[in-house]
């Protein structure tokens, strides 16, 4: 595979950690101005639950793409590819918590579509009793944050049991972007590319484009441009690291090659990217290319 070389070493700068707090707060604060920052593929550092409260959407979860709706709950374990995308019109809440800031939670993705009015109302009482508890930001405010999300992980774990979890039935194409979401995720930074993937995959190049765009309408190719894409987008957030040493940690060969790709698929400079995120101006555009 051609193209820049933005596999060929491990990085050297990495996004600033979140500090280890547990948040919640409605979904549009989770992007802000910047709809790529859920749009697209990524893996977190945290835990998120979100909570559909009005609209629809769509959402990828390890590669596999599917539908939101109204009184959806979905649980995405840190590590998780992901993207989220939302109508206009719709509305939803999100907990952010540290891994592990709950032993009860799931380690594994989950969707819920509770139809019980009470169980509804049991989740959107405790997302505002969260929300309240920051508001006030009383002492102790993370440890009633806690109990709160231990309470969540209590109706997670009920709900599993007692509702209806949104789980299609898993076709063997499905296990495979599974299997390299995963790998995506642990190697994108190194220097492997789209031939060594599959390999490890024991499949061919062609096959595991081919499971990927069927899941989730992507590329193999376009799913690991999107990642890189993400990192150097969240990087350039940071006005301290010169773009230079953000292209070569990324393993570009040069930052002139890095500033051709990040035109080429957001449609502006690595400068101009920057510029954006230091005066939280308009959202970028979507990716309008993506290297093949």
């Known amino acids: 595979m051609t193209g820049p070389a933005f596999l060929r ?34 893996d977190r550092t945290d835990d998120l639950l979100l909570w559909i409260t009005r609209g629809q959407g769509r959402i990828v979860i390890n590669g596999v793409r599917r539908g939101l709706g109204v009184n959806n709950a979905i649980f995405l374990p840190a590590g998780t590819l992901m993207a989220v995308e939302m ?13 592990g800031a709950s032993p009860l939670l799931p380690r594994e993705p989950l969707h819920l579509r509770p139809r019980d009015t ?10 505002e009793a969260m929300q309240r508890e920051i508001a006030r930001d009383r002492p102790m405010t993370q440890d009633a944050l806690a109990a709160h999300l231990t309470l ?12 209806p979890v949104d789980a299609p039935r898993e076709t063997a194409g499905d296990r495979l972007v599974r299997r390299f979401a995963a790998a995506l995720v642990e190697h994108f930074r190194s220097d492997m590319v789209m031939a060594d993937y599959a390999e490890m995959l024991d499949v061919t190049p062609t096959h595991l484009t081919r499971v990927c765009r069927a899941a989730c309408g992507k590329s193999a190719a376009d ?15 940071d006005p301290d690291p010169a773009i230079q040493d953000i292209a070569s940690a990324l393993g570009f060969s040069s930052a002139a ?30 990716l309008v290319g993506r290297r093949a």
Request: proline letters at 9%; aromatic letters at 8%.
């Open 9 to 42: 070493k491990p990085a050297r700068i990495h996004a600033p950690v979140e500090p280890r707090v547990i948040r919640c707060r409605p979904f549009a604060q989770l992007a802000g101005t910047e709809p790529w920052r859920m749009q697209l593929l990524h």
């Open 87 to 99: 109508g206009a019109q719709s509305l939803g809440q999100v907990i952010q918590s540290p891994p």
């Open 118 to 127: 009470f169980a509804q109302a049991e989740l959107t009482s405790e997302i």
């Open 152 to 163: 969540v992980s209590v109706w997670l774990e009920r709900q599993t049991s007692e509702s």
């Open 223 to 237: 799913m690991l441009t999107e990642r890189v894409v993400y990192e150097a987008r969240l990087l350039l957030c």
């Open 257 to 286: 090659y890095f500033a051709r790709f990040m035109q080429h698929h957001t449609g502006e400079t690595p400068t101009a990217l920057r510029a954006r995120a230091a005066t939280g101006g308009r959202p970028a555009p979507a």
